[in-house]
């Protein structure tokens, strides 16, 4: 168990660039939830996928956002024509569905978003 | 809706002394709390958390809650800081009709010599 894995953990980018963040979840966990946080800030949730299927998504998640799950497996984060106010860290995190709401959801150590 | 608010955003406490951070929760289904720690620059790990059962809880690290449902609180206690306890502390909840957790804004644990 490697626990879960985020890529790239910093990222410097240029008002209006796209950026595309990866997670790899721990393996056999079939849900993946991607959260933002800011400075000072608790995480705020973002999305959530079982399996691929995109099951809840924030108001928080404007179009500008999207985020995949082709395989069930890792999933993508991008967001277009960034802007400064998206500047936070982006959380993954994933959990089983054994016992439902219970489970315990982990998280990876975040990508770093930084636009100027 | 699911919510919870924690009381004090800065705690400052000696080394050795109790630690005590608030967490009030909000929700219309019986609910599933989580308190979780945040190092500098890293993610998030769980301390501790309520499902059912059991009121009290017991997590790592020396920590430990109590659900008291009269209150509506879960508040987090430790007997005796460490200076490694400095870090952010997170309470979060869910219920039974969504699986996300929703997080407070945290409180940040300070822990003198």
């Known amino acids: 168990d490697t626990g879960v894995s985020q890529d790239p953990r910093h990222k410097i980018t240029k008002r209006g660039q796209n950026v595309t963040f990866r997670c790899d979840p721990i393996s056999e966990h079939n849900r993946l939830y991607w959260y933002r946080q800011t400075l000072g800030q608790g995480p705020e949730f973002l999305t959530y996928f079982q399996n691929e299927a995109q099951l809840e998504k924030s108001r928080l998640l404007s179009d500008r956002f999207s985020a995949e799950r082709p395989k069930g497996s890792f999933s993508t984060l991008e967001i277009q024509r960034t802007e400064q106010g998206d500047s936070a860290m982006y959380l993954c995190a994933s959990s089983s569905n054994k016992n439902q709401a219970g489970n315990t959801i982990y998280f990876g150590e975040g990508s770093w978003l930084t636009v100027v | 809706a699911q919510s919870v608010t924690q009381l004090g955003s800065h705690v400052s406490v000696s080394e050795g002394a109790l630690v005590l951070l608030r967490c009030n929760y909000s929700?219309?289904?019986?609910?599933?709390l989580f308190w979780y720690v945040q190092y500098p620059n890293q993610g998030l790990q769980l301390l501790l958390k309520y499902t059912t059962g059991a009121t009290l809880v017991k997590g790592i690290n020396g920590f430990e809650a109590e659900f008291k449902k009269s209150e509506t609180s879960f508040h987090l206690t430790k007997p005796s800081a460490h200076m490694s306890d400095a870090a952010e502390y997170f309470c979060?909840?869910?219920?039974?009709?969504?699986?996300?957790?929703?997080f407070g804004k945290g409180t940040s644990l300070l822990v003198t010599p």
């Open positions: 979060a909840v869910s219920g039974n009709s969504g699986y996300a957790l929703n």
């Open positions: 929700s219309s289904v019986p609910p599933y």
